[in-house]
């Protein structure tokens, strides 16, 4: 194997095609990218370091891991493993506490209506979360799975670590000092049941139990984004009827008190095992762990929404036992089917929405890497935090619990993705490529050597894109090869900016159009330029490339650009300063990065339309809503003219998809919702007054430009989806006649 001339001893490790070392090494990299993943990461390597001093003394020091773990000769090295075990829960609740008390007080002002925090970033974009019905679903299913894999956790470790303390309870309950300590405090217990014996036969126990289920709250709340609590979030879940994810937004109002009531008995477990409680602290203790176990229990349970599989099952009991029970799913029997049309199995139509749900398999690999890596890193926190004192059965179960968890982080990894992935389930939002690896493909290419390294993709997913550097730029008709599957037309320039860019945004991924969307006129690619305005809205940051043009070609006379630059969520512009010969490839001519008023224009757009971001609606959760007050309507139509006549497109039809759903501040999901968009815009303009001519006049001639576009070639999804929707417009016609 030739190595390379250039670069350190690891990037030739990283390109010489050792597939599991690169995704094990990529994986601690990305860890200690990502904010939140890195702040996680660094606290269960301190408690793990922490935890591996604590065994080693353990070890040492065997007494605390016996019944004479309180014996004159063992109390004071027992005492010190209870100090670092109190230094742990405090540090804990520290962390757990930085992480979700700012969230918590956001999520409760929205809730209450205190509408001021509706102008800050995050809940400004909440919308992006429920952008299209397909984006929403793969959300929802996204946090179905996280929600599922924390109660999961919450009932595994309860029991796993409940049991390995069992050794350590029996080993204290066998101790000489153990037992004069219970006879003093608690008298002659009749049965191991009474409160206060109970309380200190198994503290460790019920403590471990309590400490397990009181995670569940603060776990959720970590796990769920701001975005969630936002108006078009919120309406989303309640028209999609998603009870449980809309107790979930509630969940974090039981988090104070849970908090309150576990760090309260777990002072009344130190003081026992300090031999300082008296009969009702200890009495106390018992009724409070259980108390605690049973309402967490019971938030579970609500949260999952269980009474309703309870009722259910009561109902259909009687047709299970006298006779044959129906299906809770029954399509109406007058719909015909669509020629060409697979039958709508494997999901139910919304007659709210018109959409058809499918199963979860077509929301699969959804999560994104954060998103992994936070359900096992907050569970594991908790785990790290255990002590164990008594016996080394605890010590040995504990960690074998955490070496499990441990593992998981290492060898779960992402799974690529590419277009036929995308026809087969859901668009979201196309492609993007890892950070790392074109970040290395770049440099090998500035640096004129061949990139031999992976360059792969996966599905731009809502979660993903929070961690994406979105690319607005002009397309250069040069086009440069970065891997045999990567070519992007881009100058020198633009290369060296975006590798830069990579660098300092501190990305997990890049979506860049070439290499985001299929090139090749299809469903997929009208579906996603239809959601471009979500894309640039979604992604973490977007980087601005004003490079050096002519006139027609510049950054800010494009329809694509416009819209990227105004609909994103954090831009970083870069100009191209402009070389005295004209241009960085010395042919000459009138080349500009900006010209004119385009420095005033255009930011005083982007900020008119960022002050509307808070209200803007996706087209599936409401469409079209024409203006409350006339003046704001003439505005809309007004800007769209004046933007329309600065802008140029090679089709016509591009620039009704980049404006029309920005300035109506209505996202839409594919090329029938863009349609009926304009179409109703049309409607709006020619019953306003005569004075609003020019402005019907211009969306009469978009609408006629849209429609004349042929409809791509449709993949079988496409089509089931289009006949979901007429199946499901037939019947909302029918309702309403009805009515």
């Known amino acids: ?157 309860a029991s796993l670590l409940s049991a390995a303390y069992l050794p350590g309870d029996f080993a204290a309950q066998k101790s000489s000092e153990a037992i004069k300590y219970l006879r003093d405090t608690c008298g002659s217990c009749s049965t191991t049941f009474e409160p206060c014996c109970f309380a200190w036969k198994f503290s460790q126990v019920v403590q471990s139990a309590s400490s397990c289920v009181s995670m569940y709250v603060p776990g959720l709340s970590v796990l769920l984004s701001l975005e969630m609590w936002s108006s078009a979030f919120v309406s989303a879940v309640k028209s999609s009827q998603e009870t449980w994810l809309n107790r979930c937004l509630w969940s974090h109002w039981y988090g104070a008190p849970s908090a309150l009531l576990l760090l309260f008995s777990f002072t009344l477990s130190v003081r026992a095992k300090f031999f300082v409680a008296r009969h009702w602290e200890l009495a106390t203790f018992t009724y409070l762990v259980l108390f605690n176990i049973v309402i967490q229990s019971f938030i579970m ?90 016996s080394s059965v605890t010590l040995g179960a504990i960690w074998f619990v955490r070496v499990i968890f441990i593992l998981l982080i290492i060898l779960v990894s992402e799974e690529p993705s590419g277009f036929g992935d995308l026809e087969a389930s859901d668009p979201a939002f196309g492609l993007v490529v890892s950070a790392a690896h074109i ?29 994406t550097l979105t690319v607005s730029y002009r397309w250069q008709q040069k086009e440069v090869c970065l891997a045999p599957s990567a070519h992007i037309n881009m100058s020198r320039w633009q290369l060296e900016e975006l590798l830069a860019a990579i660098g300092s945004s501190r990305c997990l991924y890049v979506w860049i159009d070439k290499l985001s969307v299929p090139q090749r006129s299809c469903e997929l690619q009208s579906t996603l330029l239809a959601r471009m305005m979500s894309v640039y809205a979604t992604s973490k940051e977007t980087l601005v490339l004003r490079s050096s043009e002519p006139p027609g070609s ?33 042919t000459g001519g009138p080349l500009a990065s900006v010209a004119g008023d385009e420095e005033t224009v255009f930011p005083e757009t982007r ?28 505005e809309v139509l007004s800007r769209l003219g004046r933007l329309s006549s600065r802008v140029v497109c090679q089709e016509a039809a591009d620039r009704v998809r980049a404006l029309y759903p920005m300035m109506l501040n209505t996202p839409c999901e594919d090329q029938r919702e863009l349609v009926d968009l304009v179409r109703r815009t049309a409607r709006a303009a020619e019953a306003a007054p005569p004075d609003w001519e020019a402005c019907a006049s211009l969306v009469g001639g978009d609408l006629q430009v849209i429609e004349s576009m042929p409809d791509p070639p449709q993949s079988s999804q496409g089509l089931r989806r289009d006949a979901s929707h007429s199946l499901a417009t037939r019947t909302e016609v029918d309702a309403a006649e009805k009515a």
């Open 1 to 157: 194997m030739k190595y390379p001339e250039r670069g350190s001893l690891l990037d030739w490790w990283l390109q010489s095609g050792c597939n599991k070392r690169i995704s094990i090494l990529s994986g601690f990299s990305k860890l200690l990218t990502a904010g939140e993943t890195k702040f996680w990461f660094i606290f269960c390597m301190f408690l793990f370091a922490v935890n591996c001093a604590e065994t080693i003394y353990s070890l040492y020091h065997s007494c605390t891991l016996s019944r004479e773990l309180y014996s004159a000769v063992c109390v004071a090295k027992t005492r010190i493993l209870l100090a670092v075990h109190i230094a742990k829960v405090v540090s804990l609740s520290v962390a757990t506490g930085l992480c979700v008390f700012g969230k918590g007080r956001l999520a409760a002002e929205l809730q209450l209506g205190v509408n001021h925090w509706e102008n800050t970033e995050s809940v400004s974009f909440g919308w992006a979360a429920s952008s299209s019905s397909d984006v929403f679903g793969a959300t929802v299913q996204v946090i179905r799975d996280s929600h599922l894999q924390l109660l999961v956790f919450v009932s595994i470790s």
């Open 301 to 390: 349970l609500y949260n999952l929404a269980a009474e309703k599989y309870f009722l259910r099952v009561i109902r259909s009991f009687p047709k299970m036992c006298f006779g044959k029970s129906r299906s809770s799913v029954v399509l109406p029997a007058a719909i015909p089917s669509v020629e060409g049309v697979e039958a709508l199995t494997g999901g139910f139509l919304s007659p709210r929405t018109g959409l058809s749900h499918t199963k979860s398999t077509k929301f699969r690999n959804s999560a994104g890497f954060r998103r992994q890596k936070m359900n096992l890193l907050v569970p594991l926190s908790l785990l790290l935090v255990a002590t164990a004192l008594g």
């Open 439 to 467: 970040r290395r493909a770049l440099r090998c290419y500035l640096e004129g050597q061949k990139y031999k390294g992976l360059m792969p993709r996966y599905k731009a997913s809502y979660f993903r894109m929070q961690d």
């Open 554 to 586: 510049r950054y800010h006379q494009r329809a694509w650009t416009l819209q990227e630059y105004c609909c994103a969520r954090r831009i970083r512009v870069v100009t191209q300063p402009v070389l005295a010969h004209g241009g960085e490839d010395g």
């Open 607 to 634: 900020l008119w339309h960022l002050r509307r971001a808070a209200a803007c609606r996706p087209y599936w959760l409401g469409g079209f809503r024409t203006p409350a007050e006339a003046s704001e309507m003439r």
